[in-house]
């Protein structure tokens, strides 16, 4: 990875920039005229699948299942599961969709209150339990994705993070659903049949 670093240039057909502040005039309110940017790029698909294999992995061609995610949190005596609408859950439901965007898997929370675990009808469930630690600096997330394999068998993997923010939990989250999906290997932090 280190020498495909160095020569990330060869991987790239065509960049562009997009100006986030498009029609609005330049201002000077912290006394610069910067104005950020989102920078997008076209890859050489050939080089990257070519570097794929190299790292031992592969691309990931199939349709992307929707997640339903149903997630419970608790935070000292407080305890809920959050579901699409409520006010309350609008950061974390926030934090999930920025996530969403870097894997490029959509996620739906269910709607209104619900008791028990239960799939959003459509999609794949990803099911997690959110607990904050005075102790680990932070939450610790786990995770559970039951994947179908075959017909007649599913096979479930959990993997767990710890002492992170929402927002790195929920990045691992779907990371660790994509290298599964992808058939890329277990993700980090997988715990045992013992640990679970």
Known sequence: ????????????????????????????????HDRPHDLTCHFRKDSIDDLLGRLGVRPWLDKRPVLGVLLKVRRGQASYQVAAGNSRDLAMRE????????????????????????????????????????????????????????????HEARWQVRGVSFDDAFRNALKGAAQILSGNGKPVGALTHAEK
């Not at 495909?4 to 029609?23: C, N, P, T, V």
Request: aromatic fraction near 10%; hydrophobic fraction near 35%.
């Open 95 to 154: 934090a999930f969709a920025a996530a969403s965007d870097l894997t490029g898997i959509d996620v739906v929370f269910p709607s209104g209150e619900y008791t028990g675990l239960r799939s959003v009808e459509g999609t794949m469930p990803l099911s997690g339990e959110l607990d904050w630690s005075d102790s680990e600096g932070g939450w610790i997330a786990t995770w559970e994705l039951d994947v179908q394999q075959s017909a007649n068998k599913l």
């Open 1 to 32: 990875m280190q020498t495909a670093r160095k020569h990330a240039a060869d991987y790239i057909e065509s960049f562009s920039y997009h100006d986030r502040l498009a029609g609005r005039p330049i201002h000077d309110e912290q006394g610069t």
